[in-house]
């Protein structure tokens, strides 16, 4: 039975006074329930010689917990029948487990130990850490040397679950700090509310998508401990093995999975978010925040604008308000910032400004018994049609802010002014003729125009053709949209190929401009050559509560123009509906 030292005493179920003898030696006297101090009336360096001695011959002896579990494997093995071979043996023998517990077979006995380690999430182990002189400070990413504090630097990968128990600095000096293989931070941590001083209990966190340093600010005199939660690297993992044990246990708790909508966001407002957990309101019609409901463990990017750190970017929060992780930018702006929600999230609070609005989406997420992953992230999308597709109001359109969001690369071809039907100018950029020149590695293609062939009016609605190889005359609205269907579907056979329709423009949806057309029929040939051809539309005309001819809404488009939208034009209209579109493609 070994004996421990803890807070400067010795304690066990059955407690021991050392006592030093004369020739040198240490005698144990049990004394059941009491404790004595150590090192009073005892020799300090003796003491713990023999000490270490008792205990290496104490660690030898078995321990009772050892000894059932031994029973039952032997009672087990005794139980086999005659003429049982050894490797049956050793299947009987696998069914005992650490806990001393028979299963009915070896894989209850694999699966059954598996979910214990998988419903104990507490279960974590102690990091070393050797101090280095200096403090890190996260506004610039320096070691600033300052007498009796140091910081502890530690390698790690993204998505780990860690617990830390010890001192905070000040705002200047975060308590965690991350960086990535390029030493750019990534992410920190700053206790709600920020004190000058003081212990950090049971700090649990994740480490943020792309870390791979861990640095910690402390002080010289302060106790620490960073404990790292056991398979933590193996999140993902770790939850299939946990999910699918429980549905083997038949198990009458309902796991419900996060979807690909798991995000819910509410309406942009119109103040800063303190990290206080209350508004700022200086400047109100300026600073903006977004809030977002959202799970534990998702990986998501979003797109702020910190200020200060009192109002950081980023701030997610608890249920109960606590604030579990928070970014600064100090007032710079972030573009395809990643982070995963930590442990406990519930809130996600991102800060922005009127002309920057904060948006949140999602990269992936455990899903039940699987990884649901966001079939959007990390591919590439070629756009091509007219200035609205181009951006005029926003540079890039609204395919710019979606594949921001979703770490897209984008190809957009689309040139203000462009037309479905051929012009037969050259200095007009007609889209049929253009189509070739999407990037061929693109995995989505999106054609979107029609506007300013009822804006300019030069040539004719047209009709449709009979068939799918019938002569095009690409002159009429009818024929330009076939000539772009067709080639879609020989250039990029197998992607994803799909067409945005515009929304209500200013009149041009009841009006006929001279040739026997409006907008609205523009946008009906649009959808009948796109049926035809079984290429998949947005129809931002009759769906997206954007129609410029009220003037209520020409405040979300470019000076007003009523045509272009700005980039809140976009957010509010546009993105949402594009963005889920795209997905079901």
Sequence with gaps: MAVEFKDRRIERENTYTMLQNKDGTVTLIPVTGQVYESGTALNAQNLNANFKEISSHLAEKAKQSDLIVERKRIDNLASLTEGSTTGDAELIDGRVGAD?????????????Q??????????????????????????????????????FEIDVIENETYRYNGYHISADFAVIIFKNSSNQMVGQYLPNPIVSSGKLIDFVFNTPLGATKMFINTNN????????????????????????VEILKNTTTTVVPPTSNNIIETNLEDYLWQISNSAWVNNPTWYKHKAYTVSE???????????NDSCPAIMCFSSNGTLLYSYST????????????????????LNGTSSYVPSLAIKKTCNGNEIATNNLYGKKISGNGDSIMYGLGYTGGFLKIIADRNNMTLNNIAVSGGTLSNPNNPSVHYIGGTIENMDSDSDYYIVEGGYNDWLYNTNLLGE????????????????????????LLKNFPGKKIGFVITHKILQSAFTDKGKGFTMTDVHDAIVKVLKKYSIPYCDL???????????????????NDGVHPDELGYILFYVSKVEAWLKTL
């Design 297 to 307: 463990k998702i990986a998501v990017k979003a797109r702020c604008q910190g200020m």
């Design 330 to 349: 100090n007032a710079d702006k972030i573009e395809n910032y990643e982070f995963i929600t930590p442990v406990g999230t519930t809130k996600v609070v």
């Design 221 to 244: 005199t302060t106790p620490y401990k960073l404990e790292k939660l056991m398979y933590s690297n193996l999140t993902e993992q770790f939850i299939q093995v946990k999910n699918d």
């Design 114 to 151: 598996l979910v214990k380690k998988a419903d104990n999430p507490s279960s974590y182990v102690e990091i070393p850490l050797t101090k280095i002189d200096g403090l890190m400070n996260q506004k610039n990413g320096n070691i600033a040397i300052i007498k009796n504090y140091s910081h």
């Design 100 to 112: 001393g517990i028979t299963y009915k077979n070896v894989g209850g006995s694999i699966r059954g």
């Design 541 to 559: 005309f009759n769906d997206s509560c954007l129609n410029t001819e009220l003037e209520e809404y020409l405040k979300y488009t470019n000076a």
């Design 464 to 487: 449709i053709t009979p068939t799918m190889t019938s002569e095009i005359n690409d002159r009429t609205v009818y024929g330009g949209m076939e000539t772009i269907c067709r080639k």
